[in-house]
């Protein structure tokens, strides 16, 4: 059974930091990508961040030089490290992890963690 569980979020001012962490049990074959998404409030789910098994980080464009996605393999962590916070950064925030077996794409989620950053 695949668990991915988020932590870390809360209310913070804007200006401040937060990081959130994924924690990853289970086994998971042939992982594509990992990452982070949001959902706002009466918006769609959007990605926020993703790494590749390759390493390569991309980043929408509302977030770059601001947050930062990595992992511990070892641990089987994800993280978001997030700067400069603005309240338009509010939202739940959703760890993924996308892997494909017999040409068939798998996403597996987390129950989200809110982010809430005031003004």
């Known amino acids: 059974q695949v668990q991915l569980v988020e932590s870390g979020g809360g209310l913070v001012q804007a200006g401040g930091s937060l990081r959130l962490s994924c924690a990853t049990s289970?086994?998971?074959?042939?992982?594509?990508?990992m990452g982070w998404f949001r959902q706002s409030s009466g918006k769609q789910r959007e990605v926020v961040a993703t790494?590749?098994?390759?390493?390569?980080?991309n980043y929408v464009d509302s977030v770059k030089g601001r947050f930062t996605v990595s992992e511990d393999a070892a641990k089987n962590m994800l993280f978001l490290q997030m700067s400069s916070l603005k309240p338009e950064d509010t939202a739940v925030y959703y760890c993924?992890?996308?892997?494909?077996?017999?040409?068939?794409?798998?996403?597996?989620w987390g129950q989200g963690t809110q982010v809430t950053v005031s003004s």
């Open positions: 993924n992890i996308a892997s494909t077996m017999l040409n068939k794409e798998y996403n597996y």
């Open positions: 289970g086994r998971i074959f042939s992982i594509n990508r």
């Open positions: 790494i590749t098994n390759g390493g390569r980080t």
